[in-house]
């Protein structure tokens, strides 16, 4: 059902570029290309087009601001187009309706992804899900994720500011549906948004709406989910259980990110400090790369649903 592996199963013989072949693959469209049946309505919640940068600032180069970030945008120059609660619904997602259920899981894609894209890497998701014989619906959160390289910064930006939006809707669906078990599974930069909403709902004082975390290639330093890190405290106190998987063959963290940003990830090297004992860390080595995770058969789905329904 999904050719792309057969593309990435060619790159395995010229392991160097592996990586790169990779990134072209799954994060700049061609995705779309190789899911066979990339659907053409989705149940999504979206917030596209809900920000925009008007325009690229220079950045000083410094420790803060390493020199891959000397074009981005500066934080005023990120326009909000929607009011910062709000997101919108389409294709009616499980939950929406008068027919709860009992569980539900919510993907959140990475990085320089258009909608059409965002869709094609959902019903990925979902495929692997089944193939994994996880029963519950399935359906996706989709962001303005579709910078180029060169707005590194403004992909940061989007996803904290789009933080508060998952945050808000995750409220509002566990008001209508209090018996339903919600889980959040992320890609890549997703996790920095779904950290974000954790980090919202606990300023929010709502510590009943999330369930199970699952954060793969997590692209967040890996010191942030520690106490003394940014996202520590909102782990322990917004979410049951959260799932950080890793592999040692991701060159996209373990060498570019680093090189970008100066600092080890969690999605590569791993947790760094003193961490809540909700959080639960998994090397997933057989993952051959970043863009691998939810790949059926290469990816680590299989771990996922396990680990979601262990936590049922």
Avoid at 80 to 104: A, I, L, S
Wanted: aromatic share 8%.
């Amino acid at each position: 059902m999904v050719s792309g592996t057969r593309i990435l199963d060619a790159a395995d013989s010229v392991a160097p570029l592996k990586e790169p072949v990779a990134l072209c693959i799954f994060n700049l469209g061609l995705e779309e290309f190789l899911h066979d049946e990339t659907p053409v309505e989705y149940p999504r919640v979206t917030t596209r087009g809900h920000y925009r940068a008007t325009d690229l600032a220079s950045t000083p180069v410094s420790p803060d601001n390493p020199v891959v970030e000397l074009l981005g945008a500066d934080e005023h120059m990120l326009k909000r187009n929607r009011p910062e609660e709000e997101y919108d619904v389409v294709d009616e997602p499980r939950g929406f309706d008068d027919d709860p259920p009992e569980e539900v899981t919510v993907f959140v894609h990475g990085w320089m992804a258009s909608e059409r894209d965002a869709v094609g890497r959902a019903s990925m998701f979902e495929h692997s899900m089944r193939r994994n014989d996880y029963s519950h619906p399935v359906f996706a959160f989709t962001w303005d994720a579709s910078q180029p390289p060169t707005q590194w910064k403004t992909t940061r930006e989007i996803a904290d500011r789009n933080g508060v939006k998952l945050a808000e809707f995750a409220s509002d669906y566990s008001e209508r549906n209090p018996d339903t078990r919600f889980n959040l599974v992320s890609n890549s930069i997703g996790a920095r948004l779904v950290l974000s909403g954790l980090e919202h709902l606990r300023e929010l004082s709502r510590h009943d709406v999330v369930d199970t975390v699952a954060v793969m290639g997590a692209t967040v330093p890996g010191r942030s989910v520690s106490f003394d890190g940014r996202y520590g405290g909102a782990i322990r106190t917004s979410v049951d259980e959260l799932h950080s998987y890793r592999t040692e063959g991701d060159r996209t963290l373990n060498q570019y990110y680093r090189l970008m940003t100066l600092q080890a990830s969690l999605g590569g090297s791993g947790c760094n400090g003193n961490t809540p004992d909700n959080l639960r860390e998994h090397h997933v080595e057989d993952v051959p790369d970043h863009f691998s995770f939810y790949v059926p058969g290469r990816g680590c789905i299989d771990r996922v649903v396990e680990d979601l329904s262990s936590a049922s």
